[in-house]
């Protein structure tokens, strides 16, 4: 095992995911170089965490306990913990490529300032494995005004900088997943640099059942109602925009799963017509009851 390390955080929420988080830890053990420190942030407060996450503390792994509930929460405690200013961010779910930690490092020197999105590349069955990407070429998204670019299990950013624009949100509960997206489209709107890079490389394992799959697109689509309730009313127009292509795409989702006979377990889309809606509407009551000077 290599014993060369960068001085780069690696942040993990988890929700009591022992299994995943071991072969997670796994994977970032085996990386050349390996991090300075791994941040496990945990929301369970359970044994079986806490002894994976001391089964590798030699590899700088140490587990940071959360109070909070969300993955928003557990990115903000994970990025305020982290004892670096550059953070690599990665999903309990996920492993990494061997090189993900030094491919992230040489990128972060480039310009310290960016966040770095990558490839997400399906582990068993594609159908039953969300929030994928395999892109090979690499984008810069500075100035585009949308969400959707940043792959929140896959990133490399400047701590200091994203808790400065807030962090993530946490009024955005574990029913409404599109935290990342709010965030994506926040940090472009402050004129921010984001950019995909396909070097930086994780795999998301296969591992919900169809319902499961089915409950989580909901949460998504409920995320996005969610996210574009918040943005709509502090006055961004652009949301109307989304909306209507979001339900077109849901429309059109169910169109082909009739003509073509799909499970709707394979497409997020099937959910739009349920989901957005009702996301629309607890986001519209939950901003109406914030302070119109909130910087979130």
Known sequence: MTTETVPVSVVIPTLGRAEPLARCLESLAACDPMADEIVIADQSGGDDVAGVVEHFASVGARLEPCDGQGVSNSRNVGLRAAANEIVLIVDDDCTVEPDWVGVAWRLMQDDPEQIVTGRVLPVGDPRSVPSTTDDPMPHDYTGVLRGGMLFGGNMALNRALVLAEGGFDE????????????????????????????????????WRTPDELRQLYLRYTRGEGFFYAKHLRRGDLRMLRFIARDLYWGLRALAAAVVKGREDWTDFRRAIPRGLPVGFWRGWRAYGRRARGSRL
């Open 171 to 206: 009024r955005f509960s574990p029913e409404e997943a599109a935290e990342d997206n709010d965030f994506c489209y926040r940090w472009l709107k402050a004129g921010r640099r984001l950019v995909y890079e396909p070097a930086l490389t994780i795999h998301h394992h296969d």
